[in-house]
């Protein structure tokens, strides 16, 4: 199988010419490209001269004297193996979450057995791998859930909506998530908004997103004996 690597280039002109010092000067001028958004790594790599740029939870590439931008991803021939993909694994798995840095207030709150262990999970009510995670903690005891609703899919909004304006939150989510009962019509005041811009600002980019107590994220639906991996993990870290 032969690999190809796929690249979009962004010509940025008024930089030619200009060789750079050191990477701060290189940091500089990516900078105003991506306004309102921090680079957060900046490092050569050992392949094409290139450097590696981080914004957000995004890789790109640059020559040393930002004359052009790369997107893509930087396959190894020998290996077939994705070196973009694998540092965007490392960056994931390196990002923590204070978990009482989060809206914890606003949360549906769950607390089975003696509830000492936590677990705050960014989720939408119309993801269907959300309502997987949901089935896999039930199995799941001594435990403290936070349900934080993360309305980012079509639809969602109104359902959260209804959800949060139940007389019984924690039974309409239940009911909705397990049972597939909608929630009654229902107007109040809701957080949601402060809910969906603690999201963006954690870099949430999906559902389910589940943050445990050492601050550990990890991305998508995983089983109960995964969650209960973790869930151990995160309390002898801290």
């Not at 050191?22 to 306004?35: G, M, W």
């Not at 309305?151 to 959800?163: D, Y």
């Amino acid at each position: 199988m032969r690999w190809k690597l796929v690249i979009a280039i962004l010509v940025l002109s008024f930089f030619s010419g200009i060789i750079w010092a050191d990477e701060e000067a290189l940091r500089k001028a990516i900078q105003p490209h991506f306004a309102g958004h921090n680079i957060e790594s900046l490092k050569k790599t050992p392949y094409l001269g290139l450097y590696e740029v981080v914004v957000g939870d995004e890789i790109f590439y640059t020559d040393d004297k930002a004359d052009y931008f790369f997107f893509g991803h930087v396959i190894d021939t020998k290996t077939r193996v994705s070196m973009t993909n694998e540092r965007l694994q490392e960056i994931k798995a390196a990002r923590r979450v204070p978990l009482d840095s989060l809206p914890l207030e606003f949360a549906i709150k769950t607390v089975k057995g003696n509830g000492k262990r936590r677990l705050a999970v960014f989720t939408d009510p119309n993801c269907p791998y959300c309502k997987q995670l949901e089935k896999e903690l039930v199995n799941v005891t001594d435990i403290t859930i936070y349900t934080l609703l993360y309305p980012v899919l079509n639809g969602s909004m109104e359902v959260s909506k209804k959800i949060w304006c139940s007389d019984n939150q924690l039974k309409a989510w239940d009911d909705f998530m397990l049972r597939g009962v909608a929630p009654s019509s229902k107007d109040c005041e809701t957080p949601l908004e402060v809910l969906v811009k603690s999201g963006r600002e954690n870099k949430v980019s999906g559902t389910p997103t589940l943050v445990f107590a050492d601050g550990s994220i990890v991305g998508g639906m995983i089983p109960a004996a995964a969650i209960e991996e973790k869930l151990e993990s995160a309390s002898k870290s801290q």
